[in-house]
């Protein structure tokens, strides 16, 4: 069974930063992709940042040069590190797997079948 795990979320201030972590387990294949989506109440979802099996990154527009992508060295765990945090990144945020490990799916959220639970991020102004 895939099991992604979140946790890190909380609040912060406007201009503060905090750090997410996705571990991911239960997937049998060795290659895959991992990344971020959020949705904030009343709003569709929408893709943040996702991470390609050969280490590529790709961020939407609106948090280029604030957010960053990394990952342990077993490439099971992602981590989103949110810098210079602003009140429109208020969202629950989740964790996907696209096993097309060039995240072909991407950003396409319903074509993800692998989710985690969410974590709640909270900015304040």
């Known amino acids: 069974v895939v099991k992604l795990v979140e946790s890190g979320g909380g609040s912060a201030q406007t201009g503060g930063s905090l750090r997410l972590s996705c571990v991911a387990s239960g997937y049998t294949k060795p290659t895959f992709c991992l990344g971020w989506f959020r949705q904030a109440p009343g709003m569709r979802r929408e893709e943040v940042a996702s991470?390609?099996?050969?280490?590529?990154?790709r961020y939407t527009d609106s948090v280029k040069g604030r957010f960053i992508l990394s990952q342990d060295n077993g490439k099971n765990t992602l981590f989103l590190q949110m810098n210079s945090l602003k009140p429109e990144d208020t969202a629950t945020y989740s964790c996907?797997?696209?096993?097309?490990?060039?995240?072909?799916?991407?950003?396409?959220?319903?074509?993800?079948?692998?989710w985690g639970q969410g974590t709640l991020v909270t900015v304040s102004s």
């Open positions: 991470m390609a099996n050969d280490g590529s990154t």
């Open positions: 996907a797997l696209d096993p097309d490990p060039a995240c072909g799916s991407w950003p396409k959220y319903n074509y993800l079948d692998f």
